[in-house]
């Protein structure tokens, strides 16, 4: 019996809408010069090549121009000058909430993370501007020898499988913000899942954003050893401020040998967020990487989750749902890169557009001339409510070779106003039958999310659909 | 105190600049089945569809009263919550979204905010109706009328009329595209709902359905209009005669 179950994470754009009035201990200051970037290596006692590593994101960041050519002009609106760069109130994170400064405590509270931990977690780190407050997995997953910390303690408690990965997915200067994120990054996650180990509950990030003016740079290196299992979650949320405020973050995936990582992201972030996110995978023979990517929030998000599929056999998959309200942009795809004989790579992407939303799909699919036996699939469907939502799709596939097989299916659809009359014939409003018309649009992809993410996602939705019609 | 009923009083309706209804008289009592009959393009589907409050339409004059209320310039959804339910001839397709969850959806948008649907006593409820319409269980689980068969999609309308429970029930052209045994399931299903707390309009272009649902009353329309009212084998001289006879007789009446 399909029985529905009650939302049991209470998130959505109002609960999220709140802020605390903080006195930082550390803070960087406004705009972005070498000092800034030495005053964060400073305060996060960094070692010479994070200092230099920095140093050369910077200068690459000076360098590359504005991808307005390609991408919206809309990006010329974040005044680089105006942003502060670093705000914590210190570097350690706390292994306790009691330890956790009340503010913060607080703020993540309201938000449910420490009741989902204690639910279906098997670790939580909760990001408040800058730095991680809260980090701490279950202790039968600690005795695995599963290391999930934020980048920063990463970086000084485990030296050498940090330095052994980092950077070496998306090198700095892979794009404008990529290189930005490398000058500045703070926070976001360290994980380490060693051999045959699977971790059978999500781990789970939380980022939050306090902070008015403010750019939040994290930056994780997931690394699954031979035949681990692992699945991470990411959710965010900021109070809807005057001023745009910037999210930029890097996110490094490495699947050693029949290894498998899941990526779950489900971006909340307020209308003034500026969400431009650098996510690649790096998958060793017969490993798995899925990024499941749900964007509902954000003035403008710009991503493209990649595998790079690097060992025979590997397989890559990007499964995104994206929804474009009124004065959003969502820029979202996949990259699959294609690098070794028999590897197999998914791409199904379902954008909604909605009032004056809109949505974008770019995908890459690449397979050299001298690989056999890959194969692609892409399917992109677009959903728009009204006359005035947008959608447009940007796929560049590029197969060369003999025996590779790519398929590639694109849809645009529109609610007809006979399904809604249906609908209402049978008691439904206009905005509930609209709400359950797009749920069902994205139902099977939905499924693919963990329940409690999956209940949220829906009441997102109708939260979006509400006052959508009219 | 009037009997109950569903009143259609010189109603007038157009799509566009162009006349669909030209003062259209009818009533049905609660507890009754009528039938109205009429050749293709005489106006019957959108007489249910105007009734439903399709937006396309236009009354320009008359009204629609459901027990004594007119329900012209209400929403589609109200009329539908105040007991109105249409059966439609081409059933919409609604990708995602289970019958399970569409009918469960449509019970509870008739409940008052904060109060929620029983979910046993539902699927209880649920899967009594569909026994009594032969319908598998794994139905529930389909995509509302996705790539359903005609038969599939009208035994799906009245299951969804049976767990609504209609005080009114317009259906529209509900033996289109049925074999004659899904007709017997179909017809046996809108049979079991006939009752003293149901009026019911019965919209075909052929006699045989109502050999099936056997009508109180069988109604002629003609361009926008009702020509002639009679019982029920009225039905059977139509089939027998065709339709000329009676507008020829009564059209210019």
């Given at each position: 019996?399909?029985t529905?179950?009650?939302?049991?994470?209470?998130?959505?754009?109002?609960?999220?809408?709140?802020?605390?009035e903080?006195?930082?201990?550390?803070d960087?200051?406004?705009?972005?010069?070498?000092?800034?970037?030495?005053?964060?290596?400073?305060?996060k006692?960094?070692?010479?090549?994070v200092?230099?590593f920095?140093?050369?994101?910077?200068?690459?960041?000076?360098?590359?121009?504005?991808?307005?050519?390609?991408?919206?002009k809309?990006?010329?609106?974040?005044?680089?000058?105006?942003?502060?760069?670093?705000?914590?109130?210190?570097?350690?994170?706390?292994?306790?909430?009691?330890d956790?400064?009340?503010?913060?405590k607080?703020?993540?509270?309201?938000?449910?993370?420490?009741e989902?931990?204690?639910?279906?977690?098997?670790?939580?780190?909760?990001?408040?501007?800058?730095?991680?407050?809260?980090?701490?997995?279950?202790?039968?997953?600690?005795?695995?020898?599963?290391?999930?910390?934020?980048?920063?303690?990463?970086?000084?408690?485990?030296p050498?499988?940090?330095?052994?990965?980092?950077?070496?997915?998306?090198?700095?200067?892979?794009?404008?913000?990529?290189?930005?994120?490398?000058?500045?990054?703070?926070?976001?996650?360290?994980?380490?899942?060693?051999?045959?180990?699977?971790?059978?509950?999500?781990?789970?990030?939380?980022?939050?954003?306090?902070?008015?003016?403010?750019g939040?740079?994290?930056?994780?290196?997931?690394?699954?050893?031979?035949?681990?299992?692992?699945?991470?979650?990411?959710?965010?949320?900021?109070?809807?401020?005057?001023t745009?405020?910037?999210?930029?973050?890097v996110?490094?995936?490495?699947?050693?040998?029949?290894?498998?990582?899941?990526y779950?992201t489900?971006?909340?972030?307020?209308?003034?967020?500026?969400?431009?996110?650098?996510?690649?995978?790096?998958?060793?023979?017969?490993?798995?990487?899925?990024?499941?990517?749900?964007?509902?929030?954000?003035?403008?998000?710009?991503?493209?989750?990649?595998?790079?599929?690097?060992?025979?056999g590997?397989?890559?998959?990007?499964?995104?749902?994206?929804?474009?309200?009124?004065?959003?942009?969502?820029?979202?795809?996949?990259?699959?890169?294609?690098?070794?004989?028999?590897?197999t790579?998914?791409?199904?992407?379902?954008?909604?557009s909605?009032?004056?939303?809109?949505?974008?799909?770019?995908?890459m699919?690449?397979?050299?001339?001298?690989?056999?036996?890959?194969?692609?699939?892409?399917?992109?469907?677009a959903?728009?409510?009204?006359?005035?939502?947008?959608?447009?799709?940007?796929?560049?596939?590029?197969?060369?070779?003999?025996?590779?097989?790519?398929?590639?299916?694109?849809s645009?659809?529109?609610?007809s106003s006979?399904?809604?009359?249906?609908?209402?014939?049978?008691?439904?409003?206009?905005?509930?039958?609209?709400?359950?018309?797009?749920?069902?649009?994205?139902?099977?992809?939905?499924?693919?999310?963990?329940?409690?993410?999956?209940?949220?996602?829906?009441?997102?939705?109708d939260?979006?659909?509400?006052?959508?019609?009219? | 105190m009037?009997?109950?009923?569903?009143?259609?009083?010189?109603?007038?309706?157009?799509?566009?600049?162009?006349?669909?209804?030209k003062?259209?008289?009818?009533?049905?009592?609660?507890?009754?089945?009528?039938?109205?009959?009429?050749?293709?393009?005489?106006?019957?589907?959108?007489?249910?569809?105007?009734?439903?409050g399709?937006?396309?339409?236009?009354?320009?004059?008359?009204?629609?009263?459901?027990?004594?209320?007119?329900?012209?310039g209400?929403?589609?959804?109200?009329?539908?919550?105040?007991?109105?339910?249409?059966?439609?001839?081409?059933?919409?397709?609604?990708?995602?979204v289970?019958?399970?969850?569409?009918?469960?959806?449509?019970?509870?948008?008739?409940?008052p905010?904060?109060?929620?649907?029983?979910?046993?006593?539902?699927?209880?409820?649920?899967?009594?109706?569909?026994?009594?319409?032969?319908?598998?269980?794994s139905?529930?689980?389909?995509?509302?009328?996705?790539?359903?068969?005609?038969g599939?999609?009208?035994?799906?309308?009245?299951l969804?009329?049976?767990?609504?429970?209609?005080?009114?029930?317009?259906?529209?052209?509900?033996?289109?595209?049925?074999?004659?045994?899904?007709?017997?399931?179909?017809?046996a299903?809108?049979?079991?709902?006939?009752?003293?707390?149901?009026?019911?309009?019965?919209?075909?272009?052929?006699?045989?359905?109502?050999?099936?649902?056997?009508?109180?009353?069988?109604h002629?329309?003609?361009?926008?209009?009702?020509?002639?009212?009679?019982?029920?084998?009225?039905?059977?001289?139509?089939?027998?005669?065709?339709?000329?006879?009676?507008?020829?007789?009564?059209?210019?009446?």
């Amino acid at each position: 019996m399909s029985t529905e179950t009650k939302p049991q994470i209470d998130i959505d754009r109002s609960a999220g809408d709140f802020r605390y009035e903080m006195d930082y201990a550390y803070d960087a200051g406004v705009g972005l010069t070498e000092a800034t970037i030495d005053y964060i290596s400073d305060v996060k006692g960094d070692p010479d090549w994070v200092r230099a590593f920095r140093k050369e994101g910077y200068r690459k960041f000076l360098e590359k121009p504005m991808p307005t050519n390609w991408a919206t002009k809309d990006l010329d609106n974040i005044v680089f000058e105006n942003i502060r760069y670093y705000l914590a109130q210190g570097q350690q994170a706390s292994r306790s909430w009691d330890d956790v400064p009340a503010e913060m405590k607080e703020t993540f509270e309201r938000l449910g993370i420490p009741e989902q931990e204690r639910k279906f977690l098997a670790g939580v780190e909760a990001q408040f501007d800058s730095e991680a407050a809260y980090s701490n997995i279950k202790a039968a997953v600690g005795e695995q020898g599963v290391i999930f910390v934020g980048s920063t303690d990463g970086l000084k408690e485990h030296p050498e499988l940090f330095k052994k990965w980092f950077g070496k997915v998306i090198p700095s200067g892979d794009n404008k913000f990529s290189a930005l994120n490398s000058a500045v990054f703070s926070g976001g996650s360290f994980i380490y899942v060693p051999p045959g180990v699977k971790v059978k509950h999500p781990l789970q990030a939380y980022f939050r954003i306090n902070a008015q003016n403010f750019g939040q740079f994290e930056r994780t290196l997931i690394i699954a050893d031979e035949g681990a299992e692992v699945t991470y979650m990411e959710g965010c949320t900021a109070p809807k401020f005057e001023t745009a405020t910037l999210h930029s973050a890097v996110v490094e995936l490495v699947a050693m040998k029949g290894a498998k990582i899941q990526y779950i992201t489900v971006q909340n972030w307020s209308s003034n967020v500026f969400n431009l996110v650098t996510k690649r995978g790096l998958a060793h023979e017969d490993a798995e990487i899925k990024w499941i990517d749900c964007n509902i929030g954000s003035r403008l998000t710009m991503k493209y989750p990649g595998v790079v599929m690097k060992g025979k056999g590997a397989r890559g998959e990007v499964v995104s749902i994206a929804l474009a309200g009124d004065g959003q942009h969502q820029d979202t795809g996949a990259k699959m890169i294609h690098a070794a004989d028999n590897t197999t790579s998914n791409i199904i992407s379902k954008s909604i557009s909605l009032g004056t939303g809109r949505s974008t799909y770019r995908g890459m699919v690449h397979v050299p001339k001298h690989l056999k036996g890959c194969k692609n699939n892409t399917e992109c469907d677009a959903l728009l409510i009204n006359s005035h939502s947008r959608t447009d799709t940007y796929p560049a596939i590029s197969v060369r070779g003999q025996g590779n097989a790519v398929q590639h299916e694109a849809s645009v659809s529109q609610i007809s106003s006979e399904q809604i009359f249906y609908m209402q014939q049978r008691g439904l409003s206009e905005a509930a039958a609209m709400s359950l018309a797009v749920n069902g649009f994205v139902n099977d992809l939905v499924q693919q999310f963990p329940m409690e993410y999956s209940v949220e996602l829906k009441r997102l939705i109708d939260l979006e659909m509400e006052g959508s019609v009219g | 105190m009037p009997v109950p009923s569903l009143s259609i009083l010189d109603l007038h309706a157009s799509i566009g600049d162009k006349p669909i209804l030209k003062g259209l008289t009818l009533e049905i009592p609660k507890g009754e089945v009528h039938a109205i009959m009429g050749k293709n393009g005489s106006g019957k589907s959108t007489l249910a569809k105007i009734m439903a409050g399709h937006p396309d339409y236009t009354v320009t004059s008359g009204d629609v009263l459901l027990d004594g209320e007119s329900i012209l310039g209400m929403e589609p959804d109200v009329r539908a919550r105040l007991g109105l339910f249409l059966a439609f001839q081409y059933p919409m397709e609604i990708p995602g979204v289970t019958i399970a969850n569409f009918i469960r959806a449509a019970l509870q948008s008739r409940l008052p905010e904060g109060e929620d649907i029983d979910a046993i006593d539902y699927y209880e409820n649920l899967y009594k109706k569909m026994d009594l319409l032969s319908m598998s269980r794994s139905f529930t689980s389909r995509s509302v009328n996705e790539g359903f068969s005609g038969g599939e999609k009208k035994r799906c309308e009245i299951l969804q009329m049976a767990m609504l429970q209609p005080s009114y029930a317009v259906l529209d052209e509900t033996d289109s595209g049925l074999d004659i045994d899904a007709l017997k399931i179909v017809s046996a299903g809108v049979n079991s709902l006939r009752g003293p707390n149901i009026g019911m309009l019965v919209i075909t272009h052929y006699q045989r359905l109502l050999d099936y649902i056997v009508p109180d009353k069988v109604h002629v329309m003609s361009e926008g209009r009702i020509i002639l009212s009679g019982e029920k084998d009225l039905a059977l001289k139509l089939e027998a005669e065709g339709y000329d006879w009676v507008e020829k007789e009564y059209q210019a009446a």
